[in-house]
């Protein structure tokens, strides 16, 4: 009955599986070891030992910085099994900030909103969100103090109507109970004329009241992307949780999710965490980036810091041989340049684990089994 | 002694449970459906085997082949009619035609054979029971026999799914059907081949059964069908042994309390243990944890 | 002309009171089959049209109505397994039983009676599903089917070897054969054998109230916030408690709810026959729900309306057959379940219905002029 794709085995490897052809690809000649940024387990504690190579030193938006931070993430690890999935993580997001979580395939960013959001429970390590440890609390309750998450592969109501969708998210503001739900009481007439006008109001905002009576699952994959921050936003979270929002859009719609997510913070007033591979967007609207590479941090900073940081190029490009060199004697001379271009300007190439493979073989390839993998989900 | 006694009835009793759990079990994790026809297969086997013996008197273990035979015939024809077309339509659908195929196949024996209780004689019709310890502890021959078959069976499984080409086949077809169809498994072969094994292993559990409970109904493969497959869930669905394990410990539960607890109440309590395991372990004794990927 | 416009104004008004959206379309044809069948049936019997033995099925088509759509409910709305209806059944129809036979001497009305030992049923049948349902509603899929598939057998099993009896005016029970101070008359309930010497009290009328009531609840959930906090966690459990669906509450509303209508169904069952044995709610009544649900098209309320009345007729209008009925009713299970679900099959007959359904034709017309004229405007 559950049709929700089932993995057995190491829950941890939620990037790298996503590609459609898992964790095999470590065994390819291609895969120099040299070359960063494969989506390849490595456990965060045999990589970088008990150190923490970047300490917190997140800074938070003028405007934020009177106010405690709406989340506060203190040491947060994870072991699956013998395996370090994440470790030291610590990170601190302002009331009104857009933050940006990024690091290759396989880096332990879902982890951690997984983590944030008690789909797993920590190993170690504390989270604070709105002043008050999320210790002993369940995903339900996470919601219920005010995070609400989107997926990376879309988990819609698939059955429901687009306006449904946004109605179950207001479940805990309909206030009628059981007896009133069996027999239409007039208090359930007046709850459900109440939420009925605040769904068409929130699908005005993102300008889909012409598909309210769609079936979420019939809708395109754009829609169905922002139907998911629709109804996340209804739970009317302090802070949002958006995992890979731009995942398979075309630039001209990443471009318009991105005055959406700004028009969002500025709304509504709430925090936004993103995880995206888009370099555009989160150089675009994020104020603070965190970048992860296997299970740990590597940089944080504002765009401008993470985009000439050394070790965020070299995570992300690693360093290479043969063909690659030549690049890398770009990198050196303008790292940024270096950088922009292997980020920015394709979808394909945004992801450094799938280009790498691309520069020794026929370039592209391998990208297009991973967006292929993606489309499948 | 009586306690012994019991122990040995009751293994016998789980062994019948576990290989017909087998067949539940095989069928469940390579095509992800409950075959609720497969407790009538066993019927059909008892009702062949019968019959080959009675009217054409024949040894009683050609007939066993002969049934065994048969109803893998049946198996793999049940599967290919009705099954076949509904496979990836969900679980629920399947369900039900196999409760279609279990009425087909109940309906049809009672029109071929009549709703008379049949007696049915023993494969070892004439064997002498063993009696230990001043004549105290009895083993017959049929508990004995069935322990026996039970165990080896399980051997030969484990080895068949472990060691051979067509058990890997099986196995990876069950873990993932489309992938296993990229590997060049040929899927359809694979199911038809838990189907023919299942039934077969249906038929060894009915002629054994009714050489145990000499009486053979229409209705006789409904109830243990029902029960082993309360085995295969309480040892974890999917898993071979834990299908032996379930079904022995069925059968032990069983005739426990119908010996010292009560004879009336003795499904209830089997049914009773199944939830507490249940509440226990979700998943069943043996049953693999699956985690849902966020 | 203009007399024209507004009828056609009206009419479309109507359309969209009774045919609006999926819930009002959905409640529309569901109590539409039920009244009209109900009409139909009642004349077709004053006009001695109806045979006696189909006349003497007119309760339990309606029962088995009742519990087709309460099925649903676990089946089709909140997407679990159930295969121990029956059990709920089982407790409400013995509930029942004991209820009007305690109040027989002081209360004449057998309508009231009946209402009573409804109510009680629905009561002692919720009050088993809460009792089930908290502790094996975590659990998942298959594992939640085997355990109802347990709760019906052991329900079954316990009142095999249950006794009831009246002591004057007080109940007694035991798990023996003998009840103290209770004669062979005074006793209600004799394990194996069930209930003997019922005074029927169920009418067709009353049993299609019945019935229209159990529709009224699951439509009404059905459309409300637990309704859809119920399909919410069927279509994706995950995403339901991100947006903080308490995942068991909801399930369990829907199982409770459940088991309370099939208590409701099975006291009215139980007061439709002179006597009733606990083994008529067996594995197999149980199933034959289920099989109304499916057949009906999962989660679709008319669809196991009809499955229900077709399914409960069939083997009646089979009895020409005699001997070969119940194959035969095999053999159609069997051939409309591939035909319903096979996916070839399905497209196949989709393509037929395109050309000859009028309306599709019609809309296919309509959309082909929309792509043709931005303007053209087509209602989904």
Same mark, same amino acid.
């Given at each position: 009955?559950?049709?929700?794709?089932?993995?057995?085995?190491?829950?941890?490897?939620?990037?790298?599986?996503?590609?459609?052809?898992?964790?095999?690809?470590?065994?390819?000649?291609?895969?120099?070891?040299?070359?960063?940024?494969?989506?390849?387990?490595?456990?965060?504690?045999?990589?970088?030992?008990?150190?923490?190579?970047?300490?917190?030193?997140?800074?938070?938006?003028?405007?934020?910085?009177?106010?405690?931070?709406?989340?506060?993430?203190?040491?947060?690890?994870?072991?699956?099994?013998?395996?370090?999935?994440?470790?030291?993580?610590?990170?601190?997001?302002?009331?009104?900030?857009? #933050?940006?979580?990024?690091?290759?395939?396989?880096?332990?960013?879902?982890?951690?909103?997984?983590?944030?959001?008690?789909?797993?429970?920590?190993?170690?390590?504390?989270?604070?969100?709105?002043?008050?440890?999320?210790?002993?609390?369940?995903?339900?309750?996470?919601?219920?103090?005010?995070?609400?998450?989107?997926?990376?592969?879309?988990?819609?109501?698939?059955?429901?109507?687009?306006?449904?969708?946004?109605?179950?998210?207001?479940?805990?503001?309909?206030?009628?109970?059981?007896?009133?739900?069996?027999?239409?009481?007039?208090?359930?007439?007046?709850?459900?004329?109440?939420?009925?006008?605040?769904?068409?109001?929130?699908?005005?905002?993102?300008?889909?009241?012409?598909?309210?009576?769609?079936?979420?699952?019939?809708?395109?994959?754009?829609?169905?992307?922002?139907?998911?921050?629709?109804?996340?936003?209804?739970?009317?979270?302090?802070?949002?949780?958006?995992?890979?929002?731009?995942?398979?859009?075309?630039?001209?719609?990443?471009?318009?999710?991105?005055?959406?997510?700004?028009?969002?913070?500025?709304?509504?007033?709430?925090?936004?965490?993103?995880?995206?591979?888009?370099?555009?967007?989160?150089?675009?609207?994020?104020?603070?980036?965190?970048?992860?590479?296997?299970?740990?941090?590597?940089?944080?900073?504002?765009?401008?810091?993470?985009?000439?940081?050394?070790?965020?190029?070299?995570?992300?490009?690693?360093?290479?041989?043969?063909?690659?060199?030549?690049?890398?004697?770009?990198?050196?001379?303008?790292?940024?340049?270096?950088?922009?271009?292997?980020?920015?300007?394709?979808?394909?190439?945004?992801?450094?684990?799938?280009?790498?493979?691309? #520069?020794?073989?026929?370039?592209?390839?391998?990208?297009?089994?991973?967006?292929?993998?993606?489309?499948?989900? | 002694?009586?306690?012994?006694?019991?122990?040995?009835?009751?293994?016998? +009793?789980?062994?019948?449970?576990?290989?017909?759990?087998?067949?539940?079990?095989?069928?469940?994790?390579?095509?992800?459906?409950?075959?609720?026809?497969?407790?009538?297969?066993?019927?059909?086997?008892?009702?062949?085997?019968?019959?080959?013996?009675?009217?054409?008197?024949?040894?009683?273990?050609?007939?066993?082949?002969?049934?065994?035979?048969?109803?893998?015939?049946?198996?793999?024809?049940?599967?290919?009619?009705?099954?076949?077309?509904?496979?990836?339509?969900?679980?629920?659908?399947?369900?039900?035609?196999?409760?279609?195929?279990?009425?087909?196949?109940?309906?049809?024996?009672?029109?071929?054979?009549?709703?008379?209780?049949?007696?049915?004689?023993?494969?070892?019709?004439?064997?002498?029971?063993?009696?230990?310890?001043?004549?105290?502890?009895?083993?017959?021959?049929?508990?004995?026999?069935?322990?026996?078959?039970?165990?080896?069976?399980?051997?030969?499984?484990?080895?068949?799914?472990?060691?051979?080409?067509?058990?890997?086949?099986?196995?990876?077809?069950?873990?993932?059907?489309?992938?296993?169809?990229?590997?060049?498994?040929?899927?359809?072969?694979?199911?038809?081949?838990?189907?023919?094994?299942?039934?077969?292993?249906?038929?060894?559990?009915?002629?054994?059964?009714?050489?145990?409970?000499?009486?053979?109904?229409?209705?006789?493969?409904?109830?243990?069908?029902?029960?082993?497959?309360?085995?295969?869930?309480?040892?974890?669905?999917?898993?071979?042994?834990?299908?032996?394990?379930?079904? +022995?410990? +069925?059968?032990?539960?069983?005739?426990?309390?119908?010996?010292?607890?009560?004879?009336?109440?003795?499904?209830?309590?089997?049914?009773?243990?199944?939830?507490?395991?249940?509440?226990?372990?979700?998943?069943?004794?043996?049953?693999?944890?699956?985690?849902?990927?966020? | 002309?203009?007399?024209?416009?507004?009828?056609?104004?009206?009419?479309?008004?109507?359309?969209?009171?009774?045919?609006?959206?999926?819930?009002?379309?959905?409640?529309?044809?569901?109590?539409?089959?039920?009244?009209?069948?109900?009409?139909?049936?009642?004349?077709?019997?004053?006009?001695?049209?109806?045979?006696?033995?189909?006349?003497?099925?007119?309760?339990?088509?309606?029962?088995?109505?009742?519990?087709?759509?309460?099925?649903?409910?676990?089946?089709?709305?909140?997407?679990?397994?159930?295969?121990?209806?029956?059990?709920?059944?089982?407790?409400?129809?013995? @509930?029942?039983?004991?209820?009007?036979?305690?109040?027989?001497?002081?209360?004449?009305?057998?309508?009231?009676?009946?209402?009573?030992?409804?109510?009680?049923?629905?009561?002692?049948?919720?009050?088993?599903?809460?009792?089930?349902?908290?502790?094996?509603?975590?659990?998942?899929?298959?594992?939640?089917?085997?355990?109802?598939?347990?709760?019906?057998?052991?329900?079954?099993?316990?009142?095999?070897?249950?006794?009831?009896?009246?002591?004057?005016?007080?109940?007694?029970?035991?798990?023996?054969? @003998?009840?103290?101070?209770?004669?062979?008359?005074?006793?209600?309930?004799?394990?194996?054998?069930?209930? !003997?010497?019922?005074?029927?009290?169920?009418?067709?009328?009353?049993?299609?109230?019945?019935?229209?009531?159990?529709?009224?609840?699951?439509?009404?959930?059905?459309?409300?916030?637990?309704?859809?906090?119920?399909?919410?966690?069927?279509?994706?459990?995950?995403?339901?408690?991100?947006?903080?669906?308490?995942?068991?509450?909801?399930?369990?509303?829907?199982?409770?709810?459940?088991?309370?209508?099939?208590?409701?169904?099975?006291?009215?069952?139980?007061?439709?026959?002179?006597?009733?044995?606990?083994?008529?709610?067996?594995?197999?009544?149980?199933?034959?729900?289920?099989?109304?649900?499916?057949?009906?098209?999962?989660?679709?309320?008319?669809?196991?309306?009809?499955?229900?009345?077709?399914? !409960?007729?069939?083997?009646?209008?089979?009895?020409?057959?005699?001997?070969?009925?119940?194959?035969?009713?095999?053999?159609?299970?069997?051939?409309?379940?591939?035909? @319903?679900?096979?996916? @070839?099959?399905?497209?196949?007959?989709?393509?037929?219905?395109?050309?000859?359904?009028?309306?599709?034709?019609?809309?296919?017309?309509?959309?082909?002029?929309?792509?043709?004229?931005?303007?053209?405007?087509?209602?989904?």
């Amino acid at each position: 009955m559950a049709d929700d794709k089932i993995i057995k085995g190491d829950p941890m490897n939620t990037d790298i599986s996503d590609t459609g052809h898992g964790y095999e690809d470590r065994e390819l000649t291609y895969y120099d070891d040299n070359v960063g940024g494969r989506a390849v387990f490595v456990d965060a504690k045999e990589q970088w030992g008990d150190e923490d190579p970047y300490p917190d030193t997140t800074i938070l938006p003028e405007r934020d910085k009177d106010m405690t931070p709406v989340l506060e993430v203190k040491n947060l690890g994870i072991d699956f099994g013998g395996l370090t999935a994440v470790d030291n993580f610590s990170l601190a997001i302002g009331r009104t900030e857009i #933050a940006g979580l990024i690091g290759p395939n396989g880096a332990g960013k879902t982890t951690i909103f997984n983590m944030l959001t008690k789909v797993y429970e920590p190993t170690r390590g504390e989270i604070f969100f709105n002043s008050k440890s999320t210790e002993g609390m369940n995903t339900v309750d996470i919601n219920k103090a005010g995070m609400a998450r989107t997926f990376q592969n879309i988990r819609l109501f698939d059955k429901l109507t687009v306006e449904e969708n946004i109605k179950v998210a207001l479940h805990s503001y309909t206030d009628y109970h059981l007896l009133n739900a069996v027999f239409h009481s007039p208090k359930y007439r007046r709850e459900e004329k109440r939420i009925h006008e605040e769904a068409m109001k929130m699908l005005e905002l993102f300008e889909m009241t012409d598909v309210a009576d769609h079936k979420a699952g019939s809708l395109p994959y754009g829609a169905q992307r922002r139907l998911e921050i629709m109804r996340a936003l209804a739970t009317k979270p302090r802070l949002l949780l958006l995992d890979e929002p731009a995942a398979g859009m075309n630039p001209s719609e990443t471009a318009e999710l991105m005055k959406t997510i700004k028009e969002i913070r500025d709304k509504f007033q709430i925090a936004i965490l993103l995880i995206e591979h888009d370099m555009s967007l989160v150089m675009g609207i994020c104020e603070g980036i965190a970048v992860l590479n296997y299970g740990r941090t590597i940089a944080k900073g504002t765009p401008a810091e993470i985009q000439s940081n050394p070790q965020v190029i070299e995570a992300y490009l690693g360093k290479s041989r043969g063909k690659m060199e030549e690049e890398e004697d770009i990198e050196k001379q303008d790292p940024e340049a270096a950088f922009k271009k292997g980020k920015v300007t394709s979808k394909v190439e945004s992801r450094p684990d799938r280009a790498k493979p691309a #520069a020794d073989h026929a370039k592209g390839t391998p990208g297009k089994t991973d967006k292929k993998g993606k489309e499948i989900r | 002694m009586n306690f012994l006694n019991s122990l040995i009835s009751g293994l016998s +009793l789980g062994s019948v449970y576990a290989i017909i759990a087998l067949g539940y079990t095989m069928v469940y994790g390579i095509s992800k459906m409950l075959n609720f026809a497969h407790g009538d297969v066993i019927m059909v086997g008892g009702y062949v085997s019968f019959c080959l013996t009675m009217y054409m008197g024949m040894n009683g273990w050609i007939a066993l082949a002969l049934a065994m035979a048969v109803c893998t015939l049946l198996g793999i024809t049940i599967e290919r009619l009705a099954y076949r077309p509904l496979r990836g339509t969900g679980s629920l659908a399947v369900l039900i035609t196999a409760i279609g195929v279990s009425y087909f196949l109940q309906n049809s024996a009672l029109l071929i054979w009549g709703a008379n209780p049949r007696v049915f004689t023993s494969l070892f019709n004439g064997v002498d029971t063993i009696h230990a310890a001043n004549g105290q502890l009895t083993i017959t021959a049929e508990s004995l026999f069935t322990i026996v078959a039970n165990i080896v069976i399980m051997i030969c499984l484990t080895l068949f799914v472990s060691r051979t080409k067509a058990g890997k086949a099986m196995r990876a077809v069950s873990e993932d059907n489309g992938a296993a169809q990229l590997m060049g498994i040929n899927v359809n072969r694979s199911i038809s081949m838990t189907f023919a094994i299942g039934s077969g292993l249906a038929a060894v559990a009915g002629v054994l059964m009714c050489s145990a409970y000499p009486v053979l109904m229409p209705t006789t493969g409904s109830m243990p069908g029902i029960k082993a497959f309360t085995a295969a869930v309480f040892g974890g669905i999917g898993s071979i042994p834990g299908a032996m394990i379930g079904g +022995l410990i +069925l059968g032990l539960i069983e005739i426990m309390s119908r010996a010292y607890i009560s004879t009336e109440l003795s499904d209830a309590i089997v049914f009773a243990c199944l939830i507490i395991v249940l509440l226990v372990k979700p998943t069943g004794l043996l049953g693999k944890k699956v985690n849902e990927k966020v | 002309m203009a007399e024209r416009k507004e009828n056609k104004a009206g009419a479309k008004r109507l359309r969209n009171i009774f045919f609006g959206n999926e819930y009002k379309k959905e409640a529309t044809i569901s109590y539409g089959i039920l009244i009209v069948g109900y009409i139909l049936l009642q004349l077709g019997a004053n006009a001695g049209l109806i045979g006696r033995n189909l006349q003497g099925q007119f309760v339990p088509i309606c029962v088995y109505i009742s519990l087709a759509i309460s099925l649903n409910l676990v089946v089709g709305i909140s997407g679990e397994l159930s295969l121990g209806h029956a059990g709920f059944m089982s407790v409400g129809a013995f @509930t029942g039983i004991i209820v009007t036979r305690m109040m027989e001497a002081s209360m004449p009305s057998g309508n009231v009676r009946l209402f009573f030992a409804v109510l009680a049923g629905a009561i002692t049948a919720a009050i088993a599903g809460i009792i089930i349902g908290i502790p094996i509603l975590g659990l998942r899929g298959d594992y939640l089917a085997i355990v109802t598939l347990a709760f019906g057998e052991i329900v079954r099993n316990i009142m095999n070897v249950l006794y009831f009896g009246l002591d004057g005016k007080k109940l007694k029970f035991a798990f023996n054969h @003998t009840i103290d101070g209770v004669e062979g008359n005074q006793r209600i309930i004799t394990g194996a054998i069930g209930a !003997t010497g019922v005074t029927k009290t169920a009418t067709f009328t009353t049993a299609m109230l019945l019935t229209l009531f159990t529709l009224f609840v699951v439509l009404n959930l059905k459309n409300s916030k637990h309704g859809r906090c119920i399909m919410a966690v069927r279509d994706n459990r995950i995403a339901g408690e991100s947006i903080g669906i308490n995942v068991k509450k909801y399930k369990l509303i829907a199982f409770v709810v459940s088991a309370a209508l099939a208590g409701m169904a099975g006291a009215m069952f139980g007061q439709n026959y002179s006597t009733l044995a606990p083994l008529k709610f067996n594995f197999n009544t149980s199933v034959l729900i289920l099989v109304f649900v499916v057949l009906g098209g999962i989660g679709n309320i008319w669809g196991g309306i009809l499955a229900a009345t077709l399914l !409960t007729i069939l083997p009646e209008a089979l009895r020409q057959f005699a001997d070969y009925r119940m194959l035969t009713y095999a053999v159609v299970l069997i051939v409309v379940m591939i035909c @319903t679900y096979n996916p @070839t099959i399905r497209a196949r007959a989709g393509m037929v219905w395109e050309k000859i359904s009028p309306r599709k034709r019609r809309k296919k017309k309509a959309e082909e002029a929309a792509d043709h004229d931005e303007t053209g405007k087509e209602e989904m």
